[in-house]
Structures are given as structure tokens and as C-alpha cells.
């Protein structure tokens, strides 16, 4: 069984910084390909980033690339989602993922992830 706990989320001004954090566990989650998706009130939960197993293959939405930066450290099972000049746009609540049908492909399909956090939530204000 394979479990994510998100941490990090809270209150920033616009322009403000957040770092998220992601615990994983479970024997399997290391090997797979993580990502972060987040969902405002009203829409749907949208892809932000992914991150293969390795580290060198990053894939991020439009929206944050540049401001957003995802990383993750195998030897604590956690996975981190640095965002900067933070915009009343990204608020939402915020998960974590496994996708664990792939390694190397980032996939930014949310069908394609099959394990989540409960979310932490972000909001920005202006």
C-alpha cells in the first residue's frame, strides 16, 4: 500500500514563495514517476508537475513554468514542490501522486496516477 502526506500549504501574499513537501511510502513508490496536481474551488483537479523516477525528467504546465520548480529526494522518500512569484491563480489544494504504470514518462494525465495524498491547501492572496 502506498501513502502520500502532504505538507507546507498556507497563506502567501502575491509574489510570495511556498515550498510543499510529499512523504511517500509504501515499496513501491520510489520506482514511479511522482507528480503534483492541484484543484480550485469549482474545477477540476489540473496537472502542475511530475518529476520520473531518476530526477532528470521534469514536465510542467504551462502556467508555472518558470515559477515552479519540482525536485525529490530518493533517500527520504520526498518529493518537494518549490513555487515562487505565487499568483492568486495558483491557490487551490494541492496533491501529490504516483503514477505506477511509469518510471521515466511524465505523464500529465490525472487517470494516469494511481495512489494521492489527501491535498494541502495553498491560497494566494492578491
Known amino acids: 500500500q502506498v501513502q502520500l502526506v502532504e505538507s507546507g500549504g498556507g497563506l502567501v501574499q502575491a509574489g510570495g514563495s511556498l515550498r510543499l513537501s510529499c512523504v511517500h511510502s509504501g515499496r513501491t513508490s520510489s520506482r514511479y514517476v511522482l507528480g503534483w496536481f492541484r484543484q480550485a474551488p469549482g474545477k477540476d483537479r489540473e496537472f502542475v508537475g511530475g518529476i520520473s523516477r531518476s530526477g532528470e525528467t521534469k514536465k510542467y504546465t504551462d502556467s508555472v513554468k518558470g515559477r515552479f520548480t519540482i525536485s525529490r529526494d530518493s533517500a527520504k522518500n520526498t518529493v518537494y514542490l518549490q513555487m515562487n512569484s505565487l499568483k492568486p491563480e495558483d491557490t487551490g489544494v494541492y496533491y501529490c501522486?504516483?503514477?505506477?504504470?511509469?518510471?521515466?514518462?511524465?505523464?500529465?494525465?490525472?487517470?494516469?496516477?494511481?495512489?494521492w495524498g489527501q491535498g494541502t491547501q495553498v491560497t494566494v492572496s492578491s
Open positions: 501522486a504516483v503514477d505506477g504504470n511509469h518510471a521515466t514518462f511524465v505523464s500529465g494525465r490525472t487517470d494516469d496516477y494511481d495512489y
